[in-house]
């Protein structure tokens, strides 16, 4: 005997006109601390992260922005941000691989 399923989601709505707010598309605003995360959510969050997630993390952190200044920016002033934070990040991993390796090396992006 075979029995035959049609599953079809279902969708509900219950009347609610309020539309949820989406996860932001910036990058920065997806990695940056937030002032609200108690350290087990900081932690969790960090642990869940790739490694260029971690070094992006680490430096916004250190030059403490957090979700909510990086908000209150204007996209020119993020965009100054993500700048620096890359040319920053790159310049220690070349200094990195000097000291490990003692050759020059150009890091591409």
Known sequence: M????????????????????????????????????????TLMKFLK?????????????????????LAAMSPDERAAVQKQMESEIQQKAREGTEKKTGKSVDILV
């Not at 035959?4 to 990695?31: E, H, R, V, W």
């Open 49 to 69: 992260m790739t490694p260029a997630e971690k070094m992006q993390y680490t430096w916004l952190n250190a030059h403490h922005l957090t979700k909510e200044k």
């Open 2 to 41: 075979q029995i035959g399923s049609s599953f079809s989601p279902i969708t509900a709505s219950y009347g609610s006109t309020k539309k949820t707010q989406s996860p932001p598309t910036d990058p920065l605003m997806q990695i940056a601390p937030s002032a609200s995360d108690t350290s087990e959510t």
